[in-house]
């Protein structure tokens, strides 16, 4: 397989620059959902029918997406297994040295919040994307043309609260996640500055913040408001 | 003051180790550890047993042979340091401390605390040289080189290849140390001969050792005791991605 990278320095460059796709994806996908929020249902349904009537660029830009993410968890896999093989016998006692260190409960378990969110998007992507349809009754009127009524979807779906506490949940792990992720896809293509390194690494807790509550808010919101819409 | 020891006892490097309870008495504050160490071992000569070995040589900081770990952290509780600079003043009278090795497949234990820390060496022979005529020494000055330029590599240079890094990765990376060498002679003028071709046989002899990869946890630089940033390991990285990418051009 030569276009599978061989070298820790190139599998490392093809885990950040996945991850800088993914977190690209993410923004763009929180500001399209909070379309939900705004309170007229024909927002988010314009711009699902518009995404949707894209044909084969939508196409072209799922399957990259889903290039990025199978390649993201496979390099990520590969630094994984490197490290069992580099320290097969682990340390009775583990310290951390403080100081100029970066290691974080983020940074220790991102193979675990990353497998979460490895079982959590194909999940999410069959219920809502690939869920019930115009076939299914689903339906809405824009501009005299019928469309797929996502938004009714979405809200019937987030009444479960079985489905908000999950979303939450992993939402949450989204943040760990992404505390460590954004400035280390930074460091690993190998930009680091003095001044700005330390400005991504904070910028990285505040940006994990701000998507973990930007996505749980909208289960809990629609949850809340459920009955009204 | 006293101190309860609890040591990495390994006979030799295929026995399997189990720690070994000490208590040292009647320790002076102003004592640095291996002093302490130094202590218990005429004590364990004494009693006819074998002392506890660990690797020292200048005891002054700057020759990169002692290293072990105190309590899960490379070179102890102090940042910026060996723990041959380690005094008995930063822990408390009575408290019980954990010794144990450097712990890495590339860094395999020969003796109780001491590692086999060759592999470093390998990593060297690979491409950390440069090139230089035979003959009289060139005269010192006759290659200008701006101050911030010697600074950045000298920055890099004061890694004195004690594998602390390695130790505290929790990846078991080579990274710090491998990217100081690369940095260090890619700075310089005298580097760039063999500029191109160290960064991919350094790299690559670094994953053949069996190291980790480096997932940026930093702790490398927490425990450094020269202080090397992980600014050198983005700069190893940018060398090498360069290379791969003008090697892909030129197909
Ligand atoms: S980079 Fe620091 S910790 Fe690593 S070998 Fe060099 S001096 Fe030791
Ligand atoms: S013995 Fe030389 S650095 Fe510690």
């Known amino acids: ?229 | 003051m006293t101190l309860h020891l609890r040591i990495w006892r390994q006979a030799h490097a295929q026995a399997s180790g189990r720690f070994v309870s000490y208590t040292v008495k009647d320790l002076s504050p102003d004592m640095s550890f291996l002093e302490m160490l130094d202590v218990l071992n005429e004590e364990l000569t004494k009693k006819g047993e074998a002392p506890v070995e660990f690797d020292s040589d200048c005891r002054e900081g700057i020759c990169g042979t002692c290293g072990f770990v105190i309590d899960g952290v490379a070179h102890g509780p102090r940042r910026g340091r060996t723990v041959c600079q380690l005094y008995l003043r930063d822990f408390r009278d009575g408290q019980s401390v954990t010794l144990e090795p450097f712990r890495a497949k590339a860094f395999p234990v020969i003796q109780d605390l001491v590692v086999d820390r060759s592999a470093f060496e390998r990593i060297i022979a690979a491409g950390g040289y440069i090139s230089v005529d035979t003959g009289s020494a060139p005269d010192a000055n006759s290659i200008l080189i701006p101050k911030e330029v010697a600074e950045g590599a000298f920055d890099a240079a004061a890694c004195i290849g004690c594998g602390a890094c390695v130790a505290a990765c929790p990846n078991a990376s080579a990274s710090l140390f491998v990217s100081a060498k690369i940095a260090h002679l890619a700075l310089l003028p005298q580097g760039q001969p063999e500029r191109h071709r160290r960064v991919l046989k350094m790299v690559a002899q670094m994953d053949r050792e069996n190291f980790g990869n480096c997932s940026n946890h930093g702790e490398c630089e927490a425990v450094c005791p020269k202080n090397i940033s992980i600014k050198q390991i983005a700069l190893m990285r940018r060398e090498y991605l360069t290379e791969i990418w003008k090697n892909f051009r030129a197909l």
Not at chain 1, 18 to 33: C, D, K, Q, R, S
Not at chain 1, 71 to 93: E, G, N
Request: charged share 10%.
């Open chain 1, 1 to 229: 397989m030569t276009f599978w990278p061989r070298s820790s320095v190139a599998k490392k460059f093809l885990n950040g620059l996945t991850g800088l796709g993914l977190v690209l994806f993410i923004i763009i996908h929180l500001a399209g959902n909070l379309l939900l929020l705004t309170g007229n249902p024909d927002d988010l349904n314009r711009y699902a029918h518009k995404l949707e009537s894209l044909g084969p660029l939508l196409l072209f830009a799922q399957i990259g997406l889903a290039l990025f993410f199978i390649l993201h968890i496979l390099s990520a896999l590969t630094v994984y297994f490197d490290r069992l093989r580099a320290r097969p016998a682990r340390y009775a006692v583990s310290g951390d040295a403080g100081g100029a260190s970066r290691k974080t409960i983020s940074s220790e378990t991102m193979l675990y919040t990353g497998l979460v969110l490895l079982v959590f998007v194909p999940w999410h992507v069959i219920s809502l994307k690939f869920g019930p349809g115009m076939a299914q009754g689903y339906v809405t009127e824009l501009d005299g043309v019928a469309v797929r009524d996502l938004y009714r979807l979405v809200v019937e779906y987030f009444q479960n609260p079985v489905h908000v506490i999950l979303y939450v949940a992993v939402m949450l792990f989204l943040g760990f996640h992404l505390r460590h992720g954004f400035w280390s896809m930074i460091q690993s293509l190998g930009a680091y500055h003095p001044r700005l390194t330390p400005l991504w690494y904070t910028g990285g807790l505040l940006f994990a913040a701000a998507m973990a509550v930007g996505y749980l808010v909208i289960p809990i919101w629609i949850y809340m408001n459920g009955a009204k819409i």
